[in-house]
């Protein structure tokens, strides 16, 4: 993501929220019908929901839960984690990204790199610590205590260094938000994400303390996550009302490390890339769970699918990209 790119974010304000399922004039209808049946072909995809300055262009349940109905977004839970972040930041209940973690949660230091970890190598899934997704994910849900399995993993490297994917430590993010704030990681997402948003995030799977889940299994509407992207193309704002600040969204966006799977460069919780030629951002979980934002499209893209089967990047995720590049490039 460029510089100018990530500005541009700044420079759309809240707008309306069409409130037809298939809005716009009649030829948005006509450069959205080829897109609609490509999209209705491919029988792993569950919804899609296209917005353009906060005006609903596109909006289709072709199998699945309604549009309206809380989905399991899986792994684009762990952006909306990182804007929880932000606004812990904005609020005061975290100093900012390179506080320490171990302290947050009341614990000793461990005499190795654990002791140096902080909340910019959380977001960036930079821990050094040994993944716990993939294989290794039923044995770490499996544990007595998901935060101590985390950060307990055999240091593979210094933190700062490469991207080790896991949702470990996203879960240990999660439950330092919550020590910090005094408030569940559910309440935040209600109260600071969902209330001003006029949205809803139903509570979700909890580890054997009672910690909510970080990283995962958020059951968000299709509509619901093209409204939040809609804040993020404001700016941080929606309908008047500030959410996240915009040096936040300034921070979320600068590349930071690269994922070794899809190539794409990682910020704060958003995967940066290109789309129909066009700077974008992108929350990705597995079975093919997205958010996309486009600022110079003014264009968030929700995407809900089956999350019991895979999306690999040389497959299904390789065709919702192509979906991606095609709403782009019809706007």
Request: hydrophobic share 40%; proline share 5%.
């Amino acid at each position: 993501m460029q510089p100018h790119s990530r500005r541009q974010i700044l420079a759309y304000g809240a707008s309306t929220f069409g409130a037809a399922l298939f809005g716009g004039s009649a030829s948005a209808q006509d450069r959205f019908a080829p897109i609609a049946a490509d999209a209705a072909q491919l029988d792993q995809l569950h919804a899609l929901v296209v917005h353009q300055d906060g005006e609903r262009l596109f909006a289709e349940s072709f199998r699945g839960p309604a549009l309206d109905r809380p989905a399991n977004v899986k792994s684009v839970s762990k952006t909306i984690v990182a804007l929880l972040t932000g606004i812990a930041i904005d609020r005061g209940v975290l100093d900012g990204s390179d506080q320490r973690v171990l302290p947050l949660l009341g614990r000793a230091p461990t005499g190795d790199a654990r002791d140096d970890l902080t909340i910019g190598h959380l977001l960036t899934m930079r821990t050094g610590l040994g993944s716990t997704s993939g294989g290794n994910y039923g044995a770490w849900v499996a544990s007595d205590d998901w935060v101590d399995f985390a950060l307990s993993q055999p240091l593979q490297g210094a933190p700062g260094g490469r991207f080790i994917y896991s949702t470990g430590g996203w879960h240990v993010l999660g439950a330092a938000l919550a020590r910090a704030s005094g408030e569940s990681l559910h309440r935040m997402a209600q109260v600071w994400l969902g209330d001003p948003l006029n949205i809803v995030i139903p509570p979700w799977v909890a580890d054997p303390q009672g910690r909510y889940l970080g990283g995962n299994d958020m059951a968000i509407s299709p509509l619901a996550l093209a409204r939040i992207g809609d804040m993020v193309l404001g700016g941080g704002e929606i309908d008047g009302q500030r959410v996240v600040s915009q040096a936040w969204l300034e921070a979320s966006w600068q590349p930071r490390t690269r994922s070794p799977f899809s190539g794409d460069q990682y910020g704060y919780g958003w995967f940066l890339t290109r789309f129909g030629g066009r700077d974008a951002a992108y929350a990705r979980g597995y079975g093919g769970q997205m958010l996309v934002v486009v600022p110079d499209r003014r264009l968030s893209i929700a995407i809900t699918s089956d999350p019991q089967r895979p999306a690999r990047s040389g497959g299904y995720f390789g065709d919702l990209r192509k979906l991606t590049e095609q709403i782009v490039l019809a706007t």
